[in-house]
Structures are given as structure tokens and as C-alpha cells.
């Protein structure tokens, strides 16, 4: 039943093995394992309540898991000294669900503080570098002034990922990015995601409930259930199988895959 | 010079320019890429080709330095051509310069001048006083809302609310009065035994106590502590949209949120005040023992004689007032919260202010009506 890829030939810029939370009783993960090669879009989905965005602040160094190893760039996360994660933390960006950017500062404030605080770059750079961020991102500059509070959902993402990808980091987490979007800004962050990867050679790993987000730009998907992984590979190959919960979220989409 | 060649190398291939990148052009190279960019001289709206085959790594950040100072040289996208790139640098640099049209965007917060801001805050302060105004009309009609429809009252939210207000609160009422009925009996102990008026001072300790400090002291307990609390949950309510979904579901705002905290904070405070008139009471007894050896029997006996009924009675009337007016306060700025964290902090120490200062020009009210009244 689970399709494994080739992954334990040591090119992973993730590995996570037979990792265990417990939350008092509550069991969560129950042995995940799995592992995110370079330059790879991976989407991690499973239903509410199964702990994907759980599994994300373990990976970056947020939550400690009650057992179990998890690698980033070849570093185990939770058995290295400070210093060791902090470095790590320069490698990748996170965009938080909603955001999550600081209220009391503007957007190129927002975008600056990566660049303040772990480059030696001259101050009079820090402006023009911003400002290409936002574009990258496909915001006009206008927005820099802008505090958080004045913007749209979609805004507020897209600014999160600028700052996420502030450091040029070798892989991004985006939690749900596009839930809250309308499907044409959703599909435009998509591709833009897409874009990114390809052209920056970029890890991505999503946590998403997005099917459409699913059926373009993802390369291998892997489903969460009951606290342990029970499908790994292409969108193609997890749709084909025969498992209920996978079979009811695939459905969900039939008739629209029956028009394309 | 020599330096800047590790980064970038013009050389001239059959009459044309080529510029070579070398080396790792990442974001932690940034500060000697822009010095060798800036080193090399371009010569203003000519052809180049920018040659990739000695490139190792690039990165976003590299690419648009290498672009904006090759368009501040008036070499634009038409007269540049890129050959011998890796696939992927070549997929990069065709994206940074699809999005590279952009200025750069300050990174500065809008700082405004000394006028600006005394302007600001007076427009402010003006907006805040008609808010409050149309505020009070509003729960005004929801208190005329209620009287037609008693049903409507929360009364689980108002005890609820209650509990936190008044018996939570009760320790350290009693403490803050307890501690002020000693010092203010020390120090008038002190100039009285020169006098050898030691006698006067329960006089002194009494009135003092239940007809200012308690009521004073206890209205700004209670709106450092309730008035906060009642902004930042209100507050963070607005922020999280509870209050629309309230709205939604046909209920209204003030009905379940404010009446519950304006009557459980009207009917606590005379309580904390009598907690505070008996502490600092007490307070006082200690000292006179203590200092002026005029033991429990003597003081009660003296206090009973002549602490008029009025004065503790002054205090507990101004009580209700000071709870009304910090209520109205803390739930108006909770519901202007704007949808951002910064704003609850914002709101909530502009409550705590706002309520103190009402308290005690109230109380200053209060004095000269009180004084004029002949009470």
C-alpha cells in the first residue's frame, strides 16, 4: 500500500523518521516518516485534526517532539545546540498561516527585518532589495509603506512570502497558503510558487487542503491519517488508490477532473 | 581591481562586450558583488552579453543587483543578451528581470513633525470624546431595551463578571487601603503628637478614609485592573471578528457584552470601597496602637462619636459614578480596536488613562458639589 520514492539515498534536505507526539493522551503522530528531496514541490495533506501544521513547527525547531528524528539539511533539529538551529533557520522560511507579520511595523519593514538582522548589508541597499521582493512577489511598491492591518488576506501572504524568502532560503514551509484567497488569487499564488521553484531551485513544502493547488504544481504528495503517513508519491498514483479517506477527498473534485 | 575580476570580468570577444560572472553570486556575497559592480565602468547605452559559463551559484538577490546597475548604465533588457547560462540561472535571471521594474520601497516609518503629532492627537482626543458620546446614547437605548424585555439580561455573564471584579479583587483592595490607612496615620500621628493632639487623629484617619482615599484609591484598582481586562478582551474579540459574528446571529453587542460588565462594575465597586473603608480603617488602628498608644476600644469608641454617617456614605455614592464611567470607558475603546495586535495594547493603556483621570476630576466634581450642598 505505501509507495515510497526513492528517498533515503542521502540527497533529502528533510528527513523525518518515526516521529511520535503525544499531547497528554491525545496520540498525534504515531511513527511519520518521510523525506523531501531537493528542488521538489511536496504537499502535505490529511484531514482537520491530524497534525500537519503540528508536524511543521516540528520541523523548524518550534515543538519538540515526544520522539522520533528529524533532519534538516543533514542536522538533526532537536539534538543540536542553539547556535547550530539558529543557523539552520537562515536556510529556510515559514509562512505562517495567516501571516503572521509584525502589526506595529509596515510591509517593507516586515521584509527588512531578515536583512537587518542576520546581513551585513549596507543600509542604503536594504531599500532596493525590498522593494525587488515585493515584486517578486507581484506587489506593487506602494505596499511598502502600508502597515499589515491595512491589507487584503491575499496581500498579507504574499508579503509573508517575500519575508520568507527574504534570506534566500534552500526550502520554504508555507502553512495553508492559500486558504482565505479567492480561487484567481489562489491560482496566481500557485504559479507564483511554481515559478520560484523552478526558477530558484527552491524546496517547497506545503501543508494544504487545496485540491487545485494539488492537481498543478505539485510533484509528490504525502497523506497523513490517523497519526501516520499512509500514502507517498505523485498526485497521479495517490488519487488511484484505494483508500477511503483518500477516495472521499478525491471526490470531492470528480466532476471537475471529468471536464479537463 | 583585481579583486572585483573574482566577480565579474569584461572582456572584449570579436568587437563584442562580454561580461563573465565568476564565482558564487549569493545574497552572502552581496557587499563585494555591488563593489565590483560598481568598479567595472559600463560604458552608458551599449550592448553587452553576459556570459554564465563561469558561474557557480545565483541567487535572486544577486541577479537584480547585476540588472539595476546595468539599467542605471542605460543598458536596458534590449541590449543585453545572455548566453552559456545554466538552465536554471538562465529561468532566474528571466524572472528577476520580468520583475525588476520597481523602485525601491523605504523600509522608514512615516515619522511625523512636532505639529503633526500635537494636531493628531488633539484630533484625536476629539474623536475619541464624540465616540464616547454617541457610545453612552447607544447603551442608553439598550438599557431602555432592557427594562421593556427583562428576559434579555445575562445574568450567568453579569455574576460571572462580578466574581472577577469585585471578589478576586478584595485582596488586594484591601492590602492597597490597609497600607494607606497606616501611612496616613503615621504621618499625621507624627505632627499631631507635637501637639499633643493625639486624640484627633482617629478624627483625621476616618474622614479621610471613607470619604476620599477608599473611593480614589479602589476606583483606580479597579481601573488598572477590570478596565484593562475589559478593552483587551472586547478588544481581542473585534480582532478575531466575534463581535460581527454576535451582530450576525441577531444579538446585540452591547446586551451581551457591555450591560453585563456595566452592572457587575456598578454594584462592585461601593462593595471594594467598604472593603477598603474597613481595611484602611484598620490600617489606622494599628498605628494609633502602635505610635500613639490609643488601643481598639478607644479608637472605636472615639470614631463612633465623631465620624459623621455622611462621609462613609460620600464615599460609597461616588462609587457607583467612578464604576460607570470606567465601564463606559474600557467596552468603547475595546470595540475601537482596530484588527491588529498593536491596537489592543494601544486601546487598552489609553483605557487605563482615560478612566483615571476621569475618576479623579469626577472626584474633584464631587468635592465642590458635595462642599456646596453643605454635606
Redesign the interface.
Known amino acids: 500500500m505505501e509507495i515510497r520514492p526513492a528517498a533515503r539515498n542521502g540527497s533529502a534536505i528533510l528527513e523525518v523518521d518515526s516521529v511520535v507526539t503525544r499531547f497528554g493522551r491525545d496520540v498525534v503522530h504515531d511513527g511519520v516518516s518521510f523525506a523531501v528531496e531537493r528542488g521538489e514541490v511536496v504537499a502535505l495533506i490529511g484531514g482537520s485534526g491530524t497534525g500537519k501544521s503540528v508536524l511543521v513547527k516540528e520541523v523548524i525547531g518550534l515543538l519538540r517532539p515526544t520522539a522520533g528524528t528529524i533532519r534538516l539539511f543533514d542536522t538533526d533539529v532537536w539534538h543540536s545546540d542553539r547556535e547550530t538551529v539558529n543557523t539552520l533557520r537562515r536556510r529556510f522560511g515559514m509562512l505562517f498561516q495567516d501571516g503572521a507579520l509584525f502589526s506595529s511595523l509596515t510591509v517593507a519593514e516586515n521584509i527588512a527585518v531578515p536583512f537587518r538582522e542576520h546581513t551585513d548589508l549596507p543600509l542604503e541597499l536594504i531599500p532596493a532589495l525590498v522593494g525587488f521582493k515585493l515584486s517578486l512577489v507581484g506587489l506593487p511598491p506602494e505596499t511598502g509603506t502600508k502597515m499589515p492591518a491595512e491589507l487584503s488576506g491575499g496581500m498579507r501572504k504574499r508579503v509573508a512570502l517575500a519575508r520568507a524568502l527574504a534570506l534566500e532560503p534552500e526550502i520554504v514551509f508555507l502553512d495553508e497558503p492559500t486558504s482565505g484567497l479567492d480561487p484567481i488569487s489562489a491560482r496566481a499564488f500557485d504559479s507564483m510558487v511554481r515559478v520560484l521553484s523552478d526558477s530558484l531551485g527552491l524546496t517547497v513544502f506545503i501543508v494544504t487542503h487545496d485540491l487545485d493547488t494539488l492537481l498543478s504544481i505539485i510533484d509528490r504528495v504525502i497523506v497523513l491519517s490517523a497519526g501516520k503517513v499512509i500514502a507517498d508519491g505523485s498526485v497521479d498514483r495517490v488519487m488511484r488508490m484505494d483508500e477511503p479517506w483518500i477516495r472521499d477527498y478525491f471526490s470531492a473534485r470528480s466532476p471537475a477532473q471529468e471536464r479537463a | 581591481m583585481n579583486a572585483s575580476r573574482d566577480w565579474i570580468q569584461h572582456e572584449i570577444e570579436n568587437g563584442a562586450d562580454v561580461l563573465y560572472l565568476r564565482g558564487v553570486w ?3 556575497n ?2 563585494p558583488i ?1 563593489r565590483a559592480l560598481q568598479s567595472l565602468g559600463l560604458a552608458p547605452r551599449s550592448h553587452y552579453v553576459i556570459d554564465g559559463s563561469r558561474l557557480e551559484a545565483l ?3 544577486a541577479g ?2 547585476l540588472f ?1 546597475h546595468l539599467a542605471d548604465a542605460g543598458c536596458t533588457a534590449p541590449m543585453l543578451s545572455a548566453r552559456s547560462f545554466d538552465p ?1 540561472h538562465e ?2 535571471l ?3 528581470r520580468e ?12 515619522h511625523p513633525g512636532l505639529v503633526r503629532h500635537v494636531g493628531a492627537a488633539a484630533l484625536e482626543v476629539w474623536r475619541i470624546l464624540k465616540a464616547h458620546n454617541a457610545f453612552v446614547g447607544a447603551v442608553a437605548l439598550e438599557i431602555v431595551a432592557l427594562a421593556k424585555r427583562p428576559r434579555l439580561f445575562r445574568v450567568k455573564e453579569t455574576v460571572s463578571q462580578f466574581q472577577t471584579i469585585c471578589l478576586d479583587a478584595i485582596p488586594i483592595v484591601a492590602l492597597i487601603t490597609f497600607l494607606i490607612g497606616v501611612v496616613f496615620t503615621y504621618l499625621l500621628g507624627l505632627q499631631a503628637q507635637r501637639y499633643g493632639a493625639n486624640i484627633f487623629v482617629i478624627d483625621g484617619v476616618g474622614l479621610a478614609v471613607c470619604r476620599e482615599l477608599s473611593p480614589l484609591l479602589v476606583a483606580v484598582i479597579v481601573a488598572g485592573r477590570s478596565g484593562a481586562a475589559f478593552t483587551a478582551q472586547i478588544g481581542t474579540m473585534k480582532v478575531q471578528e466575534e463581535i460581527d459574528a454576535i451582530s450576525t446571529l441577531g444579538l446585540s453587542p452591547i446586551q451581551v457584552l457591555v450591560l453585563p460588565r456595566l452592572v457587575a462594575i456598578t454594584v462592585a465597586l461601593p462593595l471594594l470601597v467598604f472593603v477598603g473603608d474597613l481595611a484602611g480603617i484598620a490600617g489606622g488602628m494599628l498605628i494609633a496602637a502602635w505610635q500613639l498608644e490609643i488601643f481598639a476600644t478607644t479608637f472605636l469608641d472615639r470614631l463612633h462619636g465623631v465620624l459623621p454617617l455622611s462621609a462613609p456614605v460620600v464615599g460609597l455614592v461616588k462609587a457607583p459614578v467612578f464604576a460607570a464611567f470606567i465601564a463606559l470607558i474600557a467596552c468603547r475603546m475595546g470595540m475601537l480596536v ?6 489592543v495594547g494601544i486601546n487598552t493603556t489609553s483605557t487605563v488613562v482615560q478612566s483615571i483621570v476621569w475618576v479623579i476630576v469626577l472626584d474633584a466634581v464631587f468635592a465642590v458639589v458635595f462642599q456646596q450642598l453643605g454635606i
Open positions: 549569493r545574497l552572502s552581496l557587499v555591488v541567487d535572486t538577490a537584480f543587483m539595476r536554471r529561468r532566474l528571466a524572472l528577476v520583475r525588476m521594474e520597481c523602485p525601491p520601497a523605504s523600509a522608514r516609518s512615516r482596530a484588527r491588529d495586535a498593536r491596537s
